[in-house]
């Protein structure tokens, strides 16, 4: 990941007002303290501290790098967006630039679809494929954005609906718009981070609506 926490200001671009909470999962699931939730997400300690340590690397990280906060927040917006209604929406939209908020969330609804989809490379798995469309910023959007966040949201598209499509091409297309190895290696990370938070997030609330 992107290196230790660097303590962003809270006011500064793409920073999120959550990343001064202890937990951020607690936050958004409003886990009170000795209640059901509490009690099951403190019954793996590590899990819940690893959690919360790679959420502050990646959106709090001593070293940017070629992926500025913001364009993590935008990103971020975007992926939890594909993945329909969760209420992590909020936490990565509050970094958004006022500029890119009705772009990003317009882009996620254009892109959003059933997934993952894809076609497999290898011969073997050839009868998995599930052909489908390959979705991209559109021109009038990556003008609005940079190239440089456009190519990264087609990218995280790709990953969260395609990832079996991945190519040496898509990475060529980063490298392209100006990304460094480095922060292509930090936006793969994000984007598998995030998958992953959704799903923590949708677990634990099925259990909290479960709750007498």
Do not use: C, N
């Not at 975007?78 to 969330?105: C, I, K, M, S, W």
């Not at 990218?155 to 190895?181: C, F, I, M, Y």
Request: charged share 20%.
């Amino acid at each position: 990941m992107s290196g230790a926490s660097g303590a962003a200001a809270v006011d500064a671009p793409g920073a999120l007002p959550a990343l001064t909470a202890p937990d951020v999962l607690d936050v958004v699931l409003d886990v009170r303290e000795g209640d059901a939730l509490d009690v099951v997400r403190r019954s793996r300690p590590v899990a819940r501290e690893h959690t919360q340590a790679a959420f502050r690397a990646l959106f709090d990280p001593r070293d940017a790098g070629g992926f500025s906060l913001g364009e993590r927040a935008a990103v971020a917006s975007f992926v939890v967006a594909l993945h329909g209604e969760t209420p992590l929406q909020a936490v990565y939209d509050a970094g958004l630039a006022a500029e890119h908020r009705e772009v990003v969330a317009a882009l996620a609804a254009a892109a959003r679809r059933p997934g993952p989809y894809g076609v497999f490379r290898e011969p073997g798995l050839a009868a998995e494929s599930d052909p489908g469309e390959r979705w991209e910023v559109p021109g009038d959007a990556a003008a609005q954005l940079g190239p440089h966040l456009a190519a990264a949201l087609t990218h995280a598209s790709l990953l969260v609906l395609r990832p079996r499509e991945s190519r040496p091409e898509a990475l060529a297309a980063l490298l392209d718009a100006g990304w460094t190895r480095e922060a292509v290696v930090t936006l793969s990370q994000l984007v598998a981070f995030l998958t992953f938070q959704v799903r923590i997030v949708a677990g634990l609330s099925v259990l909290k609506e479960a709750q007498p």
